[in-house]
């Protein structure tokens, strides 16, 4: 099986197959139809008072990730993605953030599922 994430303002490419919306609030300025997501799994993101927590600078993205990666820990999501990841050849982690892939929550929760995204 095949990982990939992208930011939801990217482009969707053709060989992104099921497309998976990982954040708790919709992106802005992008439209339903452009995102191309198959899926929204919101419950999977990091809680509200966590992401409040990281955008208010009060900790590091490795803070940040260490809490996140607690939270998967009890996420009933996890399994619901984890279905997603064995009934799909190519899945893409989508989500919003001007950050880099490799600094986004979606890069931790692939590794959170032991998955190393490919480009």
């Not at 955008?55 to 619901?80: I, M, Q, S």
Request: no cysteine; proline share 6%.
């Amino acid at each position: 099986m095949t990982l990939r994430i992208r930011r939801a303002h990217e482009e969707p490419s053709t060989d992104d197959g099921y497309r998976v919306l990982v954040d708790r609030l919709w992106p802005r300025g992008i439209s339903k139809d452009r995102a191309h997501l198959d899926q929204w799994l919101k419950d999977i993101a990091p809680s509200t008072d966590l992401r409040r927590w990281f955008h208010a600078d009060e900790g590091t993205f490795d803070e940040f990730a260490a809490r996140y990666r607690d939270e998967l820990k009890t996420n009933p999501a996890v399994d619901e993605l984890r279905d997603i990841l064995a009934a799909h050849p190519v899945v893409t982690l989508v989500y919003a953030a001007k950050a880099p892939h490799d600094r986004s929550h979606a890069a931790v929760l692939a590794a959170h599922l032991g998955l190393t995204p490919s480009s």
